[in-house]
């Protein structure tokens, strides 16, 4: 996600052709911008990544890069702006003629479907499509793994069960949706949420035709109602996509479709990947996680003009679980925090540009809300404060400090090198903290279950969080709400479950105006920093490449700081 941003659209025609020539036009100038403008169509388009998606069915994938490229084949109602930075964040009409008309009491959404919206063998597609797709999002039995957020608004007391299990004749018996027609599609939400049509933009509010619905198996090959469809795809291999003959550009205001073709080749080994991407093999890492240090290096110092340097959304923080003594004590908490070294923390996590700038608050910069102002613990200065530090154990009962345990997972190596900066910087004010190193892989079960956390002693967890949309309801509510305490999975670490705090969530998710609920979740976002109940370590930024051939390219907050895939051409 970016800080510096420029109002200049990406895809609406207004940006100057500068003939995509090849060449790499500099660092940064797809962070804000749009790099290369270019409007030339064909070519094949060659991503290369080390992870598979999760899933590239609509309603099961939760992967940030899975999002941003599903929008080669699906579409939905509603999507991201397609333009840089936080103009991304605006959504726009996709297959809707508009934005949806909202009732006076801010509960229900009608939206008609644009002319020409088809699947790929030609068929329209209709609101019925559009509700069964939704509808899919229930029936975690058989397609679990995808966000819940429409489900949670439409159905909070999850009566429905999905199609698979729905006794009607049609398979639509979900009462929240109405389709009267196959252009009409009504959402009727039991109380206003201001975030609604950001959860509409997913790709688990995209259609999904009943007689290609292969339940599973649906994401080995979606069918598609994008400019692209699947030609082949392999499981940890790679996957193609061609043009879609049957995509109609004049229902499709958003994507330019400039590519022939679409690759990506799945890679075990990150280091010969970033190799690869500098020779010029490839055009993009898909993940977008960042260049490892060697290639980082010979990039920053050989290819500067083709790297980008974006915000991600992510917060990297520590996480105090009041379960566990002594961080039931707010002056523990704050003990640790003024005792972090906040630029050793930074440098563990790759450094001002491959980790990040020093997090203040627990609301990154691309969220409404955000303050940059705003340092209560005067994170900024980048030094611990061993005077404040030893006050706030004094205050705590413990003067000559205590002993606690850092939960780490240990497939994350820059997690495991903040894991030991704070380790050594807390001793030198008497706190003694032990590394655990787990099984990442099994991190839901383990720190995401709060009676397992108490049972290890984890008074330090290290983790990282990105929003689903950027908003407070979107990045805070989740590791902050009461109510999103769970008994695995759990993201809300601390266990914080502070009525004051629920209550300002509530307010701002009811706000539809985005700048009056980014108050709201400001005051939250205080109540939660103030507390000391976590430790940002940094607003995580990436150094991503971007191959010489890309035209059309930029970074958007809407998918992290990964650059808008649907927008992107190549120079044949």
């Known amino acids: 996600m970016v800080a510096a941003l420029v109002g200049t659209a990406a895809c609406g025609g207004g940006g100057k052709d500068d003939k995509g020539d090849g060449k790499a036009p500099g660092f940064n100038a797809g962070v ?31 992967y940030g890069f899975m999002w941003d490229f599903a929008r080669y084949y699906v579409r939905t109602l509603v999507t991201p ?9 605006t959504v726009v009409p996709d297959m809707a003629t508009d934005t949806g008309k909202l009732s006076a009491d801010k509960k229900t959404y009608t939206f008609t479907l644009r002319d020409g919206v088809t699947w790929e063998d030609g068929q329209p597609v209709t609101s019925r499509h559009v509700k069964y797709g939704i509808e899919r999002t229930w029936a975690t039995d058989k397609i679990s793994g995808g966000p819940t957020w429409v489900q949670q608004v439409l159905d909070p007391g999850r ?26 599609i009504i959402f009727k939400l039991p109380k206003p949420n201001g975030d609604f049509l950001q959860m509409l933009a997913m790709p688990a509010a995209a259609p999904v035709r009943p007689d290609k619905d292969t339940v599973e198996k649906y994401g080995q ?32 205001q958003v994507r ?45 110092q050989s290819h500067k003009a083709n790297v980008d340097n974006p915000q991600t959304g992510f917060i990297r923080y520590a996480a105090f679980p009041k379960s566990v003594a002594p961080f039931d004590n707010e002056h523990c908490r704050k003990a640790v925090i003024y005792g972090a070294d906040h630029t050793s923390l930074q440098t563990a996590r790759g450094g001002p540009m491959a980790g990040g700038d020093i997090g203040t608050s627990m609301l990154p910069p691309a969220v409404k809300g955000y303050d940059p102002g705003y340092d209560p613990f005067q994170l900024k200065q980048g030094k611990p404060d061993a005077a404040k530090a030893k006050e706030e154990l004094k205050a705590c009962g413990k003067p000559e400090g205590f002993k606690t345990t850092i939960a780490v997972r240990n497939n994350k190596p820059a997690e495991v090198a903040t894991a030991e900066s704070l380790q050594a910087s807390l001793k030198k004010v008497g ?49 902050a709400d009461g109510r999103f305490i769970q008994e695995s999975g759990n993201q809300n670490y601390p266990e914080l479950n502070d009525p004051e705090i629920n209550k300002l969530f509530d307010q701002g998710i009811a706000e539809t105006d985005p700048e009056k609920a980014g108050k709201i979740f ?12 976590y430790l940002p370590f940094t607003y995580e930024k990436n150094i991503i490449w971007r191959s010489s051939r890309l035209t059309n390219v930029y970074t958007a907050d809407s998918y992290n700081g990964r650059y808008d895939y649907s927008s992107i051409g190549v120079v044949k």
Request: no cysteine; hydrophobic share 30%.
């Open 159 to 184: 009566e429905y069960k999905g199609p698979y299990k729905d006794t009607s004749k049609d398979k639509l018996g979900l009462k929240a949706i109405e389709t009267p027609d196959d252009k009409t």
């Open 81 to 89: 702006k397609p333009a840089p930075g936080r103009e991304s964040s």
């Open 221 to 252: 090959r979606p069918f598609s109602n994008g400019p692209y469809k699947f030609v082949s795809y392999t499981t940890n291999k790679g996957l193609e996509l061609t043009r879609n003959d049957k995509w109609d550009r004049k229902s499709d």
């Open 32 to 62: 804000g911008k749009v790099a290369n403008a270019s409007e030339k169509k064909g070519g094949e388009l060659k991503f290369i990544g080390t992870q598979d998606a999760d899933s590239w069915d609509p309603q099961r994938g939760y």
């Open 431 to 479: 706190i003694d903290a032990d590394i655990d190193q787990y099984d990442g892989a099994q991190a839901s079960g383990i720190v995401g279950a709060p009676k397992n956390v108490k049972g290890k002693n984890y008074g330090i967890i290290i983790f990282g969080w990105g929003a689903d949309f950027p908003s407070g309801q979107g990045f805070l509510q989740p590791v």
């Open 256 to 300: 330019k479709a400039l590519p022939d073709k679409i690759t990506l080749k799945l890679t075990t080994n990150a280091d010969d990947m970033d190799s690869r991407l500098i020779a010029g093999d490839y055009d993009i890492d898909i993940n977008a996680t960042g260049m490892g240090a060697a290639g980082r290096q010979k990039a920053m």
């Open 522 to 533: 400001q005051e939250a976002n205080k109540k939660v920093t103030e507390g000391a109940w």
